[in-house]
């Protein structure tokens, strides 16, 4: 006997498991951060910043560009293909609640983004001497996972209106500038000034700043970040209904 | 002229006791300035197998995209079990085989269908399902190993998750060898023997002749003809006289009652309403006569009838 709690979690389960085969996913998903923090993070080990080691500083920055690339590319281009392909049309005559698949999607960026981001304290502990305590650790771990919801909207717009085979390259190009520009792979403060100004205004900059705050490289409030966030999320999934709802209309 | 009968579509629609499991009434449907389907009226009753057939482009698939709730009629009524199709009630007593480009290709064949099945409230079970679908032995399999028919069973399959009393097949049989397209019909004629009722779209005629208890004919986004397969094939008439023959073509079209004469290699191919007075004297004529067959109009001849009749005139 189906009831709800079971249709979301079958869904939410082989969504992981169809992603964990894809070796082209995976290797770009957990392949690049790791590859990443190894060349620039590991290898620096020494170099200091700000009082803070360029491992250290990575270690979040990468947490966050690989909790980026989990949500954009899971969620972007996997609603792109199934979308394009058909598949979802299967899947929308079915009783599945459109509302399991969504959350499947999400819950799988999450587990992608926080697996990686554990991934990487375990490397930076191991092969650079960063030390994490298990609160800050854990603080990390939880920024993550909220801060996957505004990439995992913006995701969805990209998976709505990208056809499937323009997805993948449509997303880098927003993937690779947002994480730079964001900070996310070097010291925004190293970034020539107007940069950093234009960093202000990324979603990618204001989820950096809360992953550094948990390993204490950034002081204060967290209040604007969160809120910049929040209100990506809400303009991310406002245009990704109205385009549903167009794309209805047209259907 | 009985081209009547097929123009009154109605009329040969089989009276069944019951409200029907799935309609379209008075459907429109508009792509900004494109009529897909035209004040299309389809009625579907318990245990019926009725087949979609016409012309790529015809308004097949949209008909079927409408019945399962992906589209929205610009005027008219959808209803399946007397609901809205979007309904979870409703679709939880359908199952829809669509014509899909790709299917995730990293999850076993078993997993596919343990995710549909954990859809429905009573779904079929697995060991069943995989006997239906032929599927036996492939469960382990990854989707993306599998042959381009072993994959439409795989959709067959999708589509009988939930034990559905409705069956939408849209195309169900591309891409398949002869084997497997006569081991699904089998099924599917198993299904309607349980009482389910199937709509199936194809561009096969064979396909249309060997299952449908009811053919609907669209062209450009209107019934021009439905009936059964015998129906449609009567509907002009004519039967085919094949033979190999010494008379000249122009002496064979000038008897009573010939309606055309084509070579087709050796022999020659008469169509005519009387078969029996033509053969009469194209006999007493030619004594050399032979490899004489008459045989009814087949399906397709039917068909390029039907749909030549409604293009030519007008554009």
């Known amino acids: 006997m189906a009831t709800m709690p079971i249709i979301y979690m079958n869904e939410a389960r082989f969504e992981l498991l ?3 085969r894809n070796r082209s996913y995976l290797f770009s998903m957990i392949g690049f951060p790791v590859i990443f923090y190894l060349l620039f993070g590991v290898t620096n080990k020494d170099a200091v910043f700000h009082g803070h080691t360029i491992a250290r500083y990575l270690l979040a920055g990468y947490s966050c560009f690989g909790a980026m690339g989990s949500s954009l590319f899971g969620i972007g281009a996997g609603l792109a293909f199934e979308r394009g392909h058909g598949w979802l049309e299967m899947k929308r005559a079915s009783p599945m609640p ?3 698949y969504l959350l499947a999607k999400l819950c799988v960026s999450i587990t992608f983004g926080v697996g990686i981001t554990i991934l990487l304290m375990i490397l930076g502990t191991a092969l650079a001497n960063v030390h994490i305590t298990t609160m800050e650790g854990l603080r990390l771990v939880l920024v993550i996972a909220a801060g996957v919801i505004p990439f995992a909207s913006l995701g969805l717009v990209i998976g709505l209106v990208m056809p499937s085979n323009a997805a993948p390259g449509v997303i880098n190009l927003v993937y690779l500038p947002l994480s730079f520009c964001g900070g996310l792979w070097m010291p925004i403060e190293t970034l020539p000034h ?8 990324l979603p990618s900059f204001w989820f950096s700043r809360l992953a550094l705050r948990t390993i204490g490289y950034v002081d204060g409030s967290a209040v604007v970040a969160w809120a910049v966030l929040a209100s990506y999320t809400v ?3 406002l245009a990704a209904a109205f385009i549903f709802r167009r794309q209805e209309a047209q259907a | 002229m009985a081209a009547s009968v097929l123009i009154e579509p109605q009329r040969n629609a089989i009276k069944q006791d019951g409200s029907p499991v799935a309609s379209l009434r008075e459907v429109t449907k508009k792509f900004g300035g494109q009529v897909a389907l035209d004040r299309f009226s389809l009625q579907l009753h318990a245990g019926e197998v009725v087949a979609l057939l016409g012309p790529n482009g015809a308004g097949k698939t949209t008909a079927v995209r409408l019945l399962l709730g992906l589209s929205q ?4 009524e959808v209803k399946i079990f007397g609901g809205n199709p979007r309904d979870r009630a409703s679709r939880l007593r359908l199952g829809a085989m669509l014509q899909v480009g790709r299917v995730p290709e990293t999850l076993r064949v078993r997993e596919h269908l343990q995710l549909f099945s954990s859809y429905y409230a ?3 079970p697995m060991n069943e399902l995989l006997a239906v679908a032929g599927l036996e032995g492939l469960e382990e399999r990854l989707f993306g190993t599998l ?3 072993q994959k439409q069973r795989v959709l067959f399959a999708l589509a009988l998750c939930g034990n559905p009393d409705l069956i939408c097949l849209d195309e169900p049989t591309l891409g398949m060898d002869v084997e497997a397209r006569r081991s699904m019909w089998e099924q599917v004629r198993k299904l309607a023997a349980m009482g389910k009722t199937i709509l199936l779209t194809t561009h096969y005629l064979e396909e249309a002749d060997a299952l449908a208890s009811r053919i609907v004919v669209i062209q450009k986004g209107k019934m021009i003809a439905e009936g059964t397969p015998e129906q449609l094939k009567s509907a002009d008439g004519s039967r085919a ?5 010494s008379l000249r073509p122009s002496l064979v079209s000038a008897i009573p009652g010939v309606s055309s004469v084509e070579q087709d290699g050796q022999a020659m191919l008469v169509r005519t309403q009387t078969p029996e007075a033509v053969l009469r004297i194209m006999l007493q004529q030619d004594e050399t006569l032979s490899g004489l067959e008459v045989r009814a109009t087949a399906l397709e001849d039917a068909f390029l009838a039907l749909t030549n009749q409604t293009t030519s005139p007008t554009h």
Do not use: E, N
């Open chain 2, 147 to 149: 042959s381009g028919g």
């Open chain 2, 241 to 245: 006289i094949r033979c190999i023959t």
């Open chain 1, 235 to 237: 303009v991310f999934l």
């Open chain 2, 73 to 76: 009629a610009t005027s008219g």
């Open chain 1, 194 to 201: 107007w940069l950093q100004v234009v960093a202000h205004g």
């Open chain 1, 98 to 100: 459109a509302a399991a």
């Open chain 1, 18 to 20: 169809k992603l964990s």
């Open chain 2, 122 to 124: 009573q779904p079929r």
